[in-house]
């Protein structure tokens, strides 16, 4: 059975930076493409940032590009997600996922086929 546990959320200043980890377990982790979304109160859930197997190619949405940095580490089955400059708009629930194998693109929630349970990141002004 595979298993995505989020952690490191929290409640932070706006300006200040967090650093999301997703552990995968119960998959040959190197293999999969992942992904982070969010979801904020009252609205669809939104690709954030996605990561090839190798680590070599990544992803944003415009929204977070230059302030958030996704990374992977193959030898701990382990995805992070570096946020920094966080801005109130931010707040949200940070959801990781593992896509598709045979997926054709990143941005789609429909790409992926297990997500984590999500952790709450809360950015005050």
């Known amino acids: 059975q595979v298993q995505l546990v989020e952690s490191g959320g929290g409640l932070v200043q706006a300006g200040g930076s967090l650093r999301l980890s997703c552990a995968v377990s119960?998959?040959?982790?190197?293999?999969?493409?992942m992904g982070w979304f969010r979801q904020a109160p009252g609205k669809g859930r939104e690709f954030v940032a996605g990561i090839s197997w190798t680590g070599g190619s990544t992803y944003y949405a415009d929204s977070v590009k230059g302030r958030f940095t996704i990374s992977r580490d193959n030898a701990k089955n382990t995805v992070y997600l570096q946020m920094n400059s966080l801005k109130p708009e931010d707040t949200a629930i940070y959801y990781c996922a593992r896509r598709r194998s045979s997926s054709n693109t990143y941005y789609d929630t429909g790409a992926y086929d297990y997500w984590g349970q999500g952790t709450q990141v809360t950015v005050s002004s």
């Open positions: 119960g998959q040959t982790f190197m293999i999969y493409s």
